[in-house]
């Protein structure tokens, strides 16, 4: 069972305007969100989170929003810029020293010039 | 500070036989994960060591070993090879410093091939 879902496995977007990533968890344990992005032939790379005490965080172009009692989280990227075009995965962790992390199945972002 | 680094990058097998990664974590970090990613697939975790300890478990089978060392480094040993394991393996360090807030750092992964 999926603890941590991403329901859109590929997302397209104009050069310019907004892209919407979403991810869905399950486990109301989960205590801190974290967004990676991942081009191909690299490793993931750290772009944002949030911790459950909040429901919005903001870092430049990169805005991500919790709705706890929805289990919902989304990363907003504004403007989308065609280097952002990768696998986004959504991640969520819990436990004493946020050791136990779950990733979702990632969403492939293209944005189109 | 030096990112993680993993060796090798790439990696040709045969069915059978066993592999041996390492991963490096970045100076300072503590914690070190590994994970396996798939075509199609999220990242599944494997395995988790702190302090020389493994301290969390994913669900996959005895073949999947693991150990760190005293300065962190740590190695990721998976015994008679099948095709399905050919996958990237993803090492992350991460620093623990703050009680349930933590971010991992990933390295660039080895790519294992199982003919």
């Known amino acids: 069972d999926q603890q941590v879902k991403q329901n859109s496995p590929s997302l397209s977007v104009q050069e310019g305007r907004i892209s919407i990533l979403n991810c869905d968890y399950t486990?109301?344990?989960?205590?801190?969100f974290l967004w990676y992005k991942k081009y191909p032939a690299e490793g993931p790379t750290f772009l944002i989170s949030i911790s459950s005490i909040k429901d919005k965080n903001e870092d430049g172009r990169f805005t991500v929003f919790l709705n706890k009692s929805a289990k919902h989280l989304s990363l907003h990227i504004v403007p989308s810029q065609p280097g952002d075009s990768a696998v986004y995965f959504c991640a969520a962790s819990w436990g004493l020293y946020g050791q136990n992390f779950v990733f979702g199945p990632g969403t492939r972002l293209s944005v189109l010039p | 500070k030096a990112g993680v680094t993993q060796t090798p990058r790439y990696l040709i097998k045969t069915r059978g036989q066993q592999v041996t990664l390492s991963c490096s974590p970045i100076?300072?970090?503590?914690?070190v994960s590994w994970y396996q990613q798939t075509p199609g697939q999220g990242l599944q975790f494997l395995f988790e060591?702190?302090?020389?300890?493994?301290?969390n478990k994913g669900n996959f089978p005895g073949r999947f070993s693991g150990r760190q060392f005293s300065n962190s480094r740590s190695e990721m040993n998976v015994s008679t090879l099948e095709l399905g394991d050919s996958a990237l393996y993803l090492c992350?360090?991460?620093?623990?410093?703050?009680?349930?807030?933590?971010?991992?750092?990933f390295g660039p992964g080895t790519r294992l091939t199982v003919l």
């Open positions: 486990n109301s344990m989960f205590d801190y």
């Open positions: 992350a360090s991460s620093e623990q410093r703050d009680r349930g807030i933590d971010t991992q750092y």
């Open positions: 060591y702190f302090s020389e300890t493994q301290r």
């Open positions: 100076s300072g970090h503590r914690s």
